[in-house]
Each structure stands twice: as C-alpha cells, then as structure tokens.
C-alpha cells in the first residue's frame, strides 16, 4: 500500500510537472512580444482576448494546421527526430530540479521535486548538452545551406560555453560542499550565494544566455544572415516543438540562476510560500532575458568565441581559485 | 534622460572603467526599461481609434455645392483635360435655368493618382480631393464613382491631424466608423517639447 501510494505521488508529480512544463511556453511567447512591444513603443498583440492574451492559442491553432513540410532532399529520418531530440532535454532537466521544501498534501508528506539525486548539478549540466543534437540533427537533416550553418554556428557555441558554465558552477559546489540542489540550496539560508560568488554569477549568467541562445548570443537563428539558422526548414508542428525547447531552455537557465546564486524558494522580508518565491524570482530571470533581447544587438561570430574563450573560461578558473582560498 | 556620454566621463585611457563594468551596456538597459513604461504610440487604427486627415489630404473626390445647394460644376472639362490619368469622365447639359452642368461625372478611383491637379485647376472649386480613405472594393467597377454620390462625399476635414475614437465595422463593407468629432494629437508623443 505504501508502494502504491508512493508510486502514485510520483505519477502526480510526473505528469504536473510535464503539463506545466508544456503550458509555460505558450504565455512566455505573449510576454515576450509584449514585453517586445512596449520596450518599442507599440502595444504587442492587443486582438485576440483581452490586450492579446490569446494570441499563443491562435498561434498554436496556426501551427497546428500547417503543412507539415519535409524538404524533397532532406534526411527524412534524421528531420523527423530532431524536434523530439531537442524537446526532450528540456523536460528531462526538470526531473532534478527542486521547486520548494518538503509539503504534505491529504496528512502525507512529499517533497517538491521528483527525484533528490546527490549529483543533480551534474545531471543537469550533461542532460541540458544533449539538447546539442536535435539542434545539429535538424540542422544536417533539413540539407540547407542556412540550416546548416546555423546548427554549425550553435554547436560551436554551445561546446565553448559548456565550458565557463560547468566551471562557474563549481564555486557554488565548493561552499555547499554538495551537488544535490536542495543542499545547496538549503546552504544559501542564511546569505545568498550571489553574495559570495558575483563573479562566478557574472559568468554562469552570460554563459546561460549563450546556452539558452538568446540575444546577444542568438548567432545560431540570426534572422538577418540565416533565415531561421538550424530550423529554417521545419513548419508546423515541428516548428513549435524547437520553440518549446528554446523557451524550456530559456527557463531552465533562470531555474539554476535562481537555485544556484539566489537562494532558491528562500525569500526575504515579504514570506510568502515558497513555490511562490521561487517562481517570482524565476518571472525576474525570464523577464531579464526578454529585456536583455530587446536592449542588446548581437555579437559577431568571432566576437562570440573570443569572449567565450578569453574572457568566461580564464574568469571562471579565477572564480574557482578565489572561492577555493577562501573555503580553505 | 539617456545620456550617451557614460562612457566618456573617463578619460580617454580611462574608459576601460567604464567597459569593464558594462556602462554602456547598463545605459542602454535603464533606456529601454524607461520606455517599456512610457505611453506607447500606437494608433489603434481599425479596432478603436481613427486617423483624421489633415485638409490637404487627397482622398476620395468631393463635388462641392454652392449656398443654394446647387452643384457647384459647371463641367467646363478642364479636369478631364489635365488629369494625367485620363480618369475623370464629364458630359455637360443645360440644365431648366439655362446652365452648363454636367450630366455625368465619374471618375474612376482605380484609376486616379491623386494628384490634385483637377482641384487646382477647377475655376469654380468644385472638384476636391476629400478626407475618405476607406473605400477598398473587391472590383473595379465599383471604383468608378459617378456625380451623385461624388456630391455627398465628405469634404475636408475640420479637426485635422487628430486621432478619434472609432467603431470597426466588419459586416460594412470593413470600414470604420468615427464615434467622436475631435480627439486627440497624435502627436502629442512624438514631437519633443523642448
């Protein structure tokens, strides 16, 4: 009996967590072109519903009923997959990321992550890398010269901020001495790790931006040069399922911001429930990234990798060593 | 407000200070937070707001009546004889008291460049070019306006340059209706008041 009730919590949770997981995407797109809208002086989408709050729904009804075209010379199996490929990761990331304190729902308690795995840091940085190959699968597969040189684009970038990202990180692991998110964020009670770490922050943040590809870092879909970059080809369904992963990448690099530098669901002043917290402080990384899209243009090719290579990796490594002098 | 001179309130081989802690990039962030909470400028054409033209708008073609409400044309044809489009059709008569009038007056809007010379060179200022844009039609027949309804066209407009509250009707032909005679400057946003 206990088995079962176990076993059924964690289907709750499973499926919860995936539904939410495939509804955040659709109000982040309206944000993001109001938020658009307003940084421009315009309105954003104000038709459909009240001040366009529908418009996700109409967009998503759109893409459902759009040709779902397969390039004649494309890698027909390769193209099919590539969407699932990159959408999976995403999802995948959430299994080990904490979202409160232990809860009791009905008299029984449960705590508010599916799995407390000591290595979730780790677990997370190499799921989140995999999301690599739905972008160069759909990339090679759609046999196009934009696609192409996007997913290329992407991969280079994606490998080279792994790097200042895994490193940036380790500061964090060192003052928690754990890599099992809810210890290292129990460890952030008393002061917040940004406190302690604004130069690790300084670069897991830039790095995030890179990961998530978004501007300034969005090389991999410049709209100006590339068409699309690595999705010019997909329409449709497939299309939105790149642009779910994107938003889901979007959202778990202000997840890990929030978990690793700023003490998690632990607020200040104000108590409010700690779901709550948390997912205030994640709105503010999601809207810092929109905000961030609309203020910055975008670095050049070789601007990217210079900054990447030159400037995050020596920093994060100087990040390390600071942090492990004063653990020690 | 923005002040684009952050990074040279250091001295030239001072302003890796400012690079380094991203001045610039902070200046252009506190510029675009400023105007994600400033007014924003959309006229919200179709759905609730209408543009209103300025006189010298060229819109739909206007036939002007005289004080007693008689049509002010005397179809001398010099219209139909500058228009560079050849759109402008006029068929005089004699009307009962002996006047010159036209008896027909079309002129094709598919056709006209809206150029104004007919209204420049009208010796009675009968012919005008009006203030009605909303007159889109799915032939071209349709676009060719005769005298009558070129005589109960709206002229120009009296609170120019403004934008009023309007109604969107789809089922009418998808114009918009103006709900107010005066609103407010368009304007009033954009032109700096220093």
Request: hydrophobic share 45%.
């Amino acid at each position: 009996m206990e088995l079962m009730i176990a076993a059924a919590v964690i289907m709750v949770k499973v499926i919860l967590i995936t539904v939410i997981l495939f509804i955040v995407p659709v109000p982040l797109t309206w944000l993001e072109r109001k938020i658009a809208g307003h940084i421009q002086q315009r309105m954003g989408p104000m038709r459909v519903g009240w001040h366009g709050l529908l418009q996700p729904v109409a967009d998503g009804l759109k893409l459902l009923t759009k040709e779902d075209n397969i390039p004649d010379q494309s890698d027909r199996v390769l193209f099919k997959i590539a969407p699932f490929v990159a959408l999976v990761p995403p999802f995948m990331v959430f299994v080990a990321v904490p979202f409160g304190d232990d809860v009791s729902i009905f008299g029984y308690e449960t705590p508010l992550y599916l799995s407390d795995m000591n290595v979730g840091l780790l677990y997370i940085l190499a799921v989140a890398g995999l999301e690599i190959y739905g972008v160069i699968f759909g990339g090679w597969a759609s046999n196009s010269k934009y696609a192409l040189l996007g997913s290329l684009r992407t991969c280079a970038q994606l490998i080279s901020y792994e790097i200042p990202m895994g490193f940036a990180v380790i500061g964090v692991v060192m003052l928690s001495q754990s890599m099992n998110l809810s210890d290292i964020v129990d460890a952030q009670e008393p002061l917040w790790f940004i406190v302690y770490q604004p130069l690790g922050f300084f670069v897991f943040f830039i790095a995030g931006l890179a990961e998530a590809q978004r501007i300034p870092f969005d090389l991999a879909e410049a709209e100006g040069d590339l068409g699309a970059g690595y999705h010019t080809e997909y329409s449709g369904m497939r299309f939105s399922f790149f642009m779910i992963s994107e938003y889901l990448v979007m959202l778990t690099i202000s997840v890990l911001c929030v978990l690793l530098f700023f003490g998690g669901w632990h607020g200040v002043l104000i108590p409010l429930p700690a779901p709550i917290w948390f997912a205030l402080k994640v709105g503010f990384f999601i809207y810092l990234f929109m905000w961030f899209r609309f203020t910055f243009p975008r670095y050049r090719y070789d601007q990217l990798m210079s900054i990447g290579w030159k400037v995050l990796v020596p920093l994060s490594i100087l990040n390390i060593l600071i942090t492990g002098i004063f653990v020690y | 407000m923005y002040n684009e001179n952050t990074l040279n309130k250091f001295s030239r081989e001072h302003r890796w200070i400012g690079v380094t802690f991203f001045l610039d990039l902070i200046n252009g962030l506190s510029l675009t937070f400023k105007y994600m909470f400033s007014k924003s400028v959309t006229m919200q054409y179709p759905d609730r707001e209408k543009w209103v033209p300025y006189p010298r708008h060229r819109g739909h073609h206007v036939l002007r009546r005289d004080e007693n409400g008689e049509n002010k044309c005397v179809a001398c044809e010099l219209c139909a004889k500058i228009c560079p489009c050849n759109c402008i059709t006029v068929v005089p008569y004699e009307d009962e008291n002996g006047k010159r009038r036209p008896l027909v007056y079309d002129v094709d809007m598919a056709r006209c460049l809206y150029c104004g010379l007919c209204e420049d060179s009208c010796p009675e200022e009968a012919i005008a070019l009006g203030s009605v844009f909303e007159y889109s039609s799915y032939t071209s027949e349709e676009l060719v306006v005769g005298r009558d309804s070129l005589l109960e066209m709206d002229g120009k407009t009296e609170y120019p340059g403004s934008v009023v509250k309007a109604r969107y009707l789809p089922l009418a032909q998808s114009t918009v209706e103006a709900q107010e005679s005066s609103g407010y400057d368009w304007w009033r946003f954009i032109h700096r008041k220093d």
